[in-house]
């Protein structure tokens, strides 16, 4: 049996993403949902999600902006075809995690895959109130 190996580069610091909560429960589905990094038709998740496709468009959004997940032409009737940044996949085991990394890593200093667009924290943001809500109990 494999064991899902999923990128640090995402899975250490998903906390820190500068999106909504609904976007990142959202990705976690995308990741675990992925087969070789390809995602089923907006129409397949808005039906497994259990929302309106609209809803998905919502919370792909902040997705596409940190290139999480990319968006292309697909050859059907002119939808999109949907896939996870390699950088951001799960895989079957380290070695397939590494090939990918190795390769992705190729492609977008060739310009051929956008890097991901995730910010740099060294310490946990602040919330947007300024100052986390912690009470003693």
Known sequence: MAVAVMSPIVAERIWALPIGQASV?????LVFRAENGLLPSQREMAREYKVARSTI??????????KLVLRSPGEERGGNRYSLHPLAAKYDSMEEMEAAFAHALGEMQAGRLPALNLPEYSAVPPSVSGQPGLRIA
């Open 57 to 66: 468009s919502t919370l792909m959004e902040p997705l596409f902006d940190l």
């Open 25 to 29: 429960k959202f990705f976690q589905y």
